[in-house]
Structure formats: C-alpha cells, structure tokens
C-alpha cells in the first residue's frame, strides 16, 4: 500500500547520505567496466548473461515484467560512486543510504529535467533493483558467489499534486565496498554521458578507459575476444560491423580507435588521443559542494502523504590500471547465453539494430 514501508528496510538502521550538489566529477567502477553487467540494448532483454573467464564469473538474471538493467541504467550507478568518492575527498561520511533530488542526478548525467526523464528515471531505478547478479568477484580468501541488486530498495517523496521533492535509495554492500577500495575508482570524461552511438559506443568507451588508460601504446582486443566479453547478443558479423563504424566516427572522448590485422584475426586498437587532457585531473577539484537539499523521505517517522513505496519480488535464486598483456587474447573461457527459437537456435538476426538503438 502506498505510504506504508518494508518492516525490513535498511534504511532504518543506516544513516543517511546527503548527496552532494554542485559538479562533482565522474568516476567508475572498475569492476562495471571490465565485465558484461548491463544489457548493451534499450529494447526488452530477459535473456540472462552467464559468463566465464578463468575463476571469474558473473551472471545477470531479469525479471521478465521489468527487463535487465541497461548501460544507460548504469549512469546511476556511475552517478552514486562519483559521489561517494567526492565526499571522501572532502572527509566526508558516506553511506548506502543516498538521499538526493532527481533533478541533481539527472543533471549531473546530462540528462534533461522533464516529466519523461522523471518517468525514465524511475523505470532504471526499477531494473536496477528487479535485475539480479551473482558473481565471484572480490569473493575473499575463500571462495564464494555472492548475489544482490543493483539498489535493494528506493521510494520517492512527492507532494499531493505528484511533484517529486525527494528520492532515496540503499546500494548493495557489494558495490559500496568496491567504490570505497579507491584503486577501483576510475575517472571518466563527462562526455561520456553525451555519447549517442547506442550501448555498444558506451561499453567500449568504457573498455577503452579501463584497459587503454593513459598509456602511450595503448591497449588491443581480437575482436571475437570483445564479442564475447560484451555478452553482446548480436551475431559475431553485426557487431564487427557495429565497431567497425564506431571506428570511422570516432567518437570516444579521449580515445583514438583503429583496425588491425595479424595472422588472420581483426583487431581494434585503443590509444589515448594526446591532444586532450587526462580526465584524472578533473578529480583533484577542490570547489566547494553542499549538498542536494532534498527531503528526507522520513524511514524512521510517522507516514508521508503522497509517499510511494516500491519494493518489488524477485523471482530468481540465482586496481591501478591493469598490467595484463597489451594485446588481449581469447585465452579465457566465455559463456554467453543467447535468446532461442521454438526450433531450438540462436535468435540474433535483430540484435545488432537493438544496440545500436540511441
């Protein structure tokens, strides 16, 4: 019922995290950008992503009603990290527990202010609690699957005319704890959010900064390496195709892209355009930030008019820049699971328009 909340929520025990306002510069996460998380593909996918590479694995379940979150649902994400570390710039206490407005989100991912990207925000918060992940990542000394969602719980504040005044959301343990062991952080160029090429654009770049960086000969993939690392459901054919074209525009900040050939294989090559400026030493701002002024949604206080509650039922159980070789090899395992036919084969054929969908 609306107004009523979880007797289980966290946010009754975690104190909460003011977002910060003004600009904040953008950071990633290491681990989002090494491994396929997201859907590359805003049309509807409830195909899981099961992956494998050497001892790592990760898996990505949707629930159908709702799809799997997207790599544009991941700019929040890319959001709250940047500020948690920002604030430990300025010594300040982080939690999982953000509070925030959405009009400082979507502005800070260069996103319009409008009533539709009110409703499109509320649609990623809902994948990203609904998608569900396992994955060996940072397992510890001994080995273990840790699974969670994206956000575990968010509700929004809005008045009795439906303007929204606040929203609040709790992150899983998994990512916070990633965000705060700082060498995973990574920066990125704000023009990152600009890029309108379609999912796979955005995932490379992102690949382009994690394993590229700043280093002067910058980093090769076989491209049947990066299909497969993609979790890409496109065939192999469409999405050279797709990369190819990415090459002939250009359109990475910061990157220089091109195509090589060895032995039979195609592969891109991703070097630091020199001409611009590392986007590192946007992180050493020191400009003051307060905070987003947006009120408190109220866990541990009486009801709110106009409070609406979205806990959803999930259906499924389920450091510095890397010192791996320059030229990335298919030597790992992949598993990628793709969408079947009633005849039982691979139904790819529409995949390649999807993610390249703006």
């Known amino acids: 019922m609306a107004g009523e909340r979880p007797t289980t929520s966290e946010r009754a025990t975690l104190d909460p995290f003011d977002a910060l306002a003004g600009d904040v510069p953008p950071r990633d996460q290491r681990d989002l950008m090494e491994r396929p998380f ?22 990505v379940y949707a629930v159908p009603e709702h799809d799997m979150a997207t790599i544009w649902d991941a700019d ?27 009009y400082q ?36 000394e001994h080995w273990r699957r840790q699974q969670f969602s994206w956000i575990k719980e968010w509700e929004e ?17 998994w990512f916070y704890q990633g965000v705060l062991d700082r060498p ?12 309108s090429g379609g999912g796979i654009e955005r995932w490379l770049y992102r690949v382009a900064r994690k394993h590229a960086g700043r280093q002067q000969d910058g980093w090769r993939f076989e491209l049947r390496h990066l299909h497969a690392k993609s979790a890409s459901l496109a065939r192999f054919s469409d999405f050279a195709l797709d990369i190819r ?26 070097r630091p355009d020199r001409s611009t400026a590392p986007v590192d030493k946007l992180c050493n701002s020191s400009a ?33 820049e890397s010192g791996a070789p320059k030229d990335s090899k298919s030597d790992s395992k992949f598993f990628v699971v793709g969408e079947t036919s009633r005849a039982g084969k691979l139904r790819r054929g529409s995949a390649r328009r999807r993610e390249r969908t703006p």
């Open 288 to 320: 003051a930030i307060g905070t987003s002024g947006a009120t408190g949604v109220g866990i541990s206080r009486a009801s709110i008019s106009g409070l609406r509650a979205h806990k959803l039922p999930l259906t499924h159980s389920p450091h510095a």
């Open 76 to 102: 929040v994400l890319i959001w709250a990290a940047s500020q948690i570390l920002a604030a430990q710039d300025r010594g300040l206490q982080t939690s999982r527990f953000f509070r925030f407005t959405p």
């Open 184 to 195: 995973l952080g990574l920066a990125i160029d704000p023009a990152y959010f600009a890029l």
């Open 38 to 59: 997201f859907s590359l593909a805003k049309v509807k996918r409830v195909t899981p992503i099961l992956y494998q590479a050497r001892d790592t694995q990760v898996q």
């Open 105 to 140: 989100l979507l502005i800070a991912i260069g996103r319009a202010t409008g009533n539709r990207e009110y409703q499109l925000l509320k649609g990623a918060l809902t994948r990203l609690q609904s998608t569900v992940i396992r994955t060996t990542i940072r397992h510890g």
């Open 157 to 173: 504040l809005t008045t009795c005319s439906g303007r929204c005044e606040g929203m609040e959301f709790v992150l899983p343990e």
């Open 245 to 270: 074209g990415i090459v002939t525009r250009q359109p990475l900040p910061g990157y220089r892209l091109a195509l090589e050939r060895h032995d039979g294989r195609e592969l891109i090559l991703m």
